[in-house]
């Protein structure tokens, strides 16, 4: 493959500083629902003509929640017995995202505060979530002044270092179409 010297175009932005959302979630996975909140706030900033880094929090409030309904015991629990299986659960995650004509980095950590929940007494079946690490990267070049690829990896990991990686392409005809794949 012969590569050009253009480059994409991309100029950061001269408006729109900030960006806000809202996320609202049911996961439901066997006997556990996980339903909440997630505000996110992010802020964008210009570094260079063609580069832009930019930086977001997000707090989510989540309800963890055991489907009493659907559960089966074969003998008697005084803890899952209860009809009160559920628990509100605050957390923060963070990320920092720097996008250029080249390619793009970013990172973000989420579940900050590790929080916890237990159901039953004090010291009893306490779970905590995990923070997890994620780190992304990207480069744009151009084949031909009309098709561009970018190659990606992704690189996810918990603090136990269980380390999972996604690898990906894709290829872009005349910034209209694009097509790709992932590993």
Known sequence: IRLSDKRLPF???????????????????GLLNNTGLQFTYAYHDKIGLKEQISFGLTMSLSQ???????????????????????????????????ISQYGYLGASVSNLLKSSFRFGPIGENEFRLQRNYNIIGGYRFMVTSDISMEPSLQMKTTEQMLFQFDLAMRMYLRKDFWAGFSY
Not at 11 to 29: N, Q
Not at 68 to 79: A, C, I, S, V
């Open 11 to 29: 100029e950061a932005t001269e408006y729109g500083h900030v960006g806000l959302g809202v996320h609202i979630f049911d996961d439901r996975r």
């Open 64 to 98: 963890f929640r055991v489907s009493h309904k659907r559960m089966q015991l074969f003998e008697p629990d005084q803890y899952l017995n209860s009809e009160r299986l559920w628990v509100l659960i605050p957390d923060f995650n963070f990320g920092i995202y720097y």
